[in-house]
C-alpha cells in the first residue's frame, strides 16, 4: 500500500500558555483524496493548513507530506517544498494587480526554473482548461470577476504540478454564482485525480468537493466522516 501524502503524528501546536491550537492530532490522508476540513472558529484549521504547508511548525510530533518531514526543515528547504510540492488557493486570491493574468500564472513556473517555452505552454493550457478565454490572459486581475480571479488563482497553484492542493476558504469572497463555479472546478480537478485539503465554513463545498470531511473542534477531530459531509 502507498504511503499517505499527508501523515501527522502526535502533532500538537502551542502558541503561548493557554489551550493548545492542535492537541495531539494524528491524521493520513491518501494520494487522490478529497478531505474538507470544517470546525468553527479557533478550531484549528488554519493552524493544521499552515503545517502541512510548511509555513509554521509543531510544538511536538511529525509532520510529513509527499514523503518529506516538514517539522525539522530549514526556512529555504521548506519554501522549496512549497514551490515544488503544493499549490495553494486563499479566499481573497492574493493575485499580483500590476501583472497580468499569464504573468501571474506564470511567475511559480519561472520561480521553478521552468524553461520558458513549456511554462507559457502550461499556462495557456491550464487558463484554457479552467474556462478562462485567451483575452483574459491579456487582463488585470482588477477586471475580471471573483470567480475568474479564483480560477486564476487556481491555475497559479497548479502551473508546477504539485502533489497537493491547499485551499483556504476558496468561496468565502466570492457571490453564490461564482462560488458555484468554483465548487465545480474544485471537484472536477479532484475527478481527475488531485488531490485536495479544502479548509471552510462552507458546508455546501465540503458536500459537493469532498471525499471526506473532519471536523474539528478544540484542536483535535471531533468526527470523521468519509463520503460527502453531513456536519451541519
Same mark, same amino acid.
Given at each position: ?5 499527508? #501523515?501527522?503524528?502526535?502533532?500538537? *501546536? *502551542?502558541?503561548?500558555?493557554?489551550? @493548545? ?22 478550531? +484549528? *484549521? ?14 511536538? +510530533? ?6 518529506? %518531514? /516538514?517539522?525539522?526543515?530549514? &526556512?529555504?528547504?521548506?519554501?522549496? !517544498?512549497?514551490?515544488? $510540492? ?20 506564470? /511567475? @511559480?513556473? %519561472?520561480?521553478?526554473?521552468? =524553461? ?11 487558463? #484554457? $482548461?479552467?474556462?478562462?478565454? =485567451?483575452?483574459?490572459?491579456?487582463? !488585470? =486581475? ?13 491555475? %497559479? ?11 483556504? &476558504? @476558496? ?19 479532484? +475527478? ?41
Amino acid at each position: 500500500m502507498a504511503a499517505p501524502i499527508i #501523515e501527522l503524528r502526535d502533532v500538537s *501546536k *502551542k502558541y503561548d500558555a493557554g489551550r @493548545p491550537a492542535l492537541d495531539h492530532l494524528d491524521l493520513e490522508v491518501e494520494q487522490g483524496e478529497a478531505l474538507a476540513v470544517l470546525g468553527p472558529s479557533g478550531s +484549528g *484549521k488554519s493552524t493544521l493548513l499552515n503545517l502541512v504547508a510548511g509555513l509554521d511548525r509543531p510544538s511536538d +510530533g511529525s509532520v510529513t507530506v509527499a514523503g518529506l %518531514r /516538514l517539522d525539522g526543515m530549514s &526556512e529555504a528547504a521548506s519554501a522549496r !517544498y512549497r514551490r515544488d $510540492r503544493i499549490g495553494m488557493v486563499f479566499q481573497f486570491f492574493n493575485l499580483l494587480d500590476d501583472l497580468t493574468v499569464d504573468d501571474n500564472v506564470l /511567475l @511559480p513556473a %519561472r520561480l521553478a526554473g521552468m =524553461p520558458r517555452d513549456e511554462a507559457r505552454d502550461r499556462a495557456a493550457r491550464l487558463l #484554457e $482548461r479552467l474556462g478562462l478565454q =485567451p483575452h483574459h490572459a491579456r487582463a !488585470y =486581475p482588477g477586471q475580471l470577476s471573483g470567480g475568474q480571479r479564483q480560477r486564476v488563482a487556481v491555475a %497559479r497553484a497548479l502551473v508546477n504540478r504539485p502533489a497537493l492542493l491547499l485551499a483556504d &476558504e @476558496p468561496t468565502g469572497a466570492l457571490d453564490t454564482a461564482s462560488a458555484a463555479e468554483v465548487i465545480a472546478l474544485l471537484a472536477e480537478l479532484n +475527478g481527475d485525480g488531485q488531490t485536495l485539503v479544502l479548509v471552510t465554513h462552507d458546508v455546501a463545498l465540503a458536500n459537493a468537493c469532498a471525499t471526506r470531511t473532519i471536523e474539528l473542534v478544540d484542536g483535535g477531530i471531533h468526527r470523521d466522516v468519509r463520503g460527502a459531509a453531513v456536519v451541519r
